[in-house]
């Protein structure tokens, strides 16, 4: 049975920094794309940064581009999201997601295939 768990969220003020961890058990996904998604109250899920499963080629919503570093440690089956320079617009819970395909869009919530129960973060002005 595939479980991603998430841990790492919690609360801060403007311009602080978290850093989220997504442990997967069940398989392993070394070779399979991995991607961190957020869902705001009232809003749909949305993208926030995916990464290759070659490691080489990370992607990411253009609202988290240079404040936020997905990593990954395959020796681990972990993935990683280093948020930084936070602002309230980050508040949300954010969700690890795992592919069972290499060949995806990373941009889509349907394309992935595992996910775990989210952790909340919350950025106060």
């Known amino acids: 049975q595939v479980q991603l768990v998430e841990s790492g969220g919690g609360s801060v003020q403007v311009g602080g920094s978290l850093r989220l961890s997504c442990a997967a058990s069940g398989r392993t996904f070394t070779n399979y794309p991995m991607g961190w998604f957020r869902q705001a109250p009232g809003k749909e899920r949305e993208f926030v940064a995916a990464i290759r499963w070659s490691e080489t080629t990370s992607y990411y919503a253009d609202s988290v581009k240079g404040r936020f570093t997905i990593s990954r440690d395959n020796a681990k089956n972990t993935v990683y999201l280093q948020m930084n320079s936070l602002e309230p617009e980050d508040t949300a819970l954010y969700y690890c997601?795992?592919?069972?395909?290499?060949?995806?869009?990373?941009?889509?919530?349907?394309?992935?295939?595992?996910w775990g129960q989210g952790t909340q973060v919350t950025v106060s002005s």
């Open positions: 997601a795992a592919a069972a395909n290499r060949y995806i869009n990373y941009r889509i919530v349907n394309d992935y295939d595992y």
